[in-house]
């Protein structure tokens, strides 16, 4: 296993509030890796610091065998970074912008308009290569930046939250073209706050408060999950999570349609049981299941979300 990425004991202050909290990261290379966490749990501060960008208040980097932030020079040819904001310029042209970030990387010229024409047609943007980048549409957009952070072919991506402002289709079409990117030979790593999206990635780490609470593969997180999942059904389900929920042994308990999916600590052995023999009458007539968990019920699990 060769590691694209390895950090340690990665910490980042910002006076004295710490964003980022003593991480361990290790990525495979070629592989797809997943920062999932809510709002404000580091995952930007975090690719960041990976880029070079921000210096680490603590902590060592090494990306692509590079010591980071001291050789970042080195690392910015071979990196591809995409932020949550539109990093292009709206009054360029969708070739104009590519050209620009073609001088960015220094490719050669008589490679430009080759791997621009290339880029335009994987990206399917090749039909509107005149049209200002200010009047593309979230999809469009998005594409176009995707298009620019690959221009130069970098062995390595960092994605921040790279489909926030797309609808699904184009979503899915997004994830598509990074499978295709990994196959090729990048390693990317994407920060998401988007369960399925996280289900996607070969590994993730799960994050928050500027903390990793868990990390491993999707299927793997969900096999070590350290709680039981019930599914309770019938009429008053709202008054029922309610008193559920007041309960310490309940981790959390959310509706899903005519369901109640109720996460039980482990330590009861047989929960269905203590189900009903806490609330006889409320669970009187009711089916309860146990069912597999969800990479979403890992994630309110080990961030102590009480989802209602
Ligand atoms: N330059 C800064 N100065 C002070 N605080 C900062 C700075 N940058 C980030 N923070 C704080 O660090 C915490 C982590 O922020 P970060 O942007 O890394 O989170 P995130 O997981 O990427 O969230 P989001 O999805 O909202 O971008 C937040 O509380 C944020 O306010």
Known sequence: MSLAISAKGLTRCFG????????DLSIEEKTIFGFLGPNGSGKS??????TGLLTPSHGDICVLGLDIPKQSEAL???????????SLYDDLSIE????????????????????????????????????????????????????????????LLLLDEPTSAVDPENRRDFWETLFDL?????????????????????????????????????KQLMADMQATVLEVDGTHLRQIREVLTARPEILSAAQQGARLRVLVTNALSNPEEWLKSQWPD????RTIERVRPSLEDVFVHCTGQRRQ
């Open 182 to 218: 990994c196959d090729q030979g990048a390693t990317i790593l994407v920060s998401t706050h988007y369960m399925d999206e996280a289900e996607r990635c070969h590994n993730l780490a799960i994050l928050e408060g500027g903390i990793k609470q868990a990390d491993g593969s999707p």
């Open 45 to 50: 501060t975090t690719l960041r610091m990976l």
């Open 282 to 285: 409320a669970m009187k007539d």
């Open 76 to 86: 910015r040819l071979r990196l591809g970074y995409m932020t949550q904001k539109f």
């Open 96 to 155: 104009e912008n590519l050209k620009f970030m073609a001088q960015v990387f220094n490719l050669p010229g008589r490679e430009v308009n080759k791997r621009i024409d290339a880029q335009l047609t994987v990206y399917g943007l090749d039909q509107r290569r005149k049209r200002m980048a200010g009047s593309l549409s979230g999809g469009q957009r998005q594409r176009l930046a995707l298009a620019a952070a690959t221009l130069h072919e970098p062995e």
């Open 16 to 23: 004295d509030f710490i964003a980022v909290d003593r991480l």
